[in-house]
């Protein structure tokens, strides 16, 4: 309200960045085109997500495939997000502030090997009733594999 704008209206994009306190916070806004940073915000608040999961995402941000795959893999060289294993992510931003949380080792091991479970040793470790320390989360058939390290945090994971 009372707020003018005296540049001439060539475009709606260059409104926006002409005067932007005209357009704020309006619906007008939210009408503009997605981009990568769109798709990287809704992917934030996951704990996990697949490929399959970006792609529709991306559908519903009006992007097609291939710029899809061409976000993924820029977001991943600059660690935006964090490869599990092939076609499994997770954004820094949610692994960050979860990292400490020691609940989310073992539900990013339960994603990667399904089916698993947390062995009882671990159990145990998890609720202080161990004197020794584990290093690793051990679940039931033996194939061992990696949690990435990201951020400091590795975690040898044998199902």
């Not at 260059?14 to 005067?19: A, G, K």
């Not at 991306?58 to 291939?66: A, E, I, M, P």
């Not at 990292?99 to 145990?124: H, Q, V």
Request: with cysteine; aromatic share 14%; net charge positive.
């Amino acid at each position: 309200e009372g707020t003018q704008c005296t540049h001439a209206p060539r475009s709606l994009s260059f409104l926006l960045f002409s005067c932007p306190q005209v357009y704020e916070g309006s619906d007008l806004v939210f009408n503009l085109p997605k981009s990568k940073k769109n798709l990287l915000e809704q992917l934030k608040s996951l704990p996990h997500f697949s490929k399959n999961t970006v792609y529709q995402l991306g559908k519903q941000l009006g992007l097609k495939d291939s710029t899809v795959e061409t976000y993924i893999s820029r977001f991943l060289k600059y660690k935006e997000i964090y490869r599990l294993k092939n076609g499994l992510y997770v954004s820094a931003d949610f692994f960050d502030k979860n990292k400490n949380d020691i609940s989310y080792p073992f539900y990013l091991a339960n994603i990667i090997r399904t089916p698993s479970y947390i062995s009882s040793w671990a159990a145990l470790q998890y609720y202080n009733l161990t004197t020794e320390a584990i290093r690793s989360i051990t679940g039931a058939d033996g194939d061992e594999f990696w949690i990435p390290a990201c951020a400091g945090m590795t975690a040898n994971i044998t199902p």
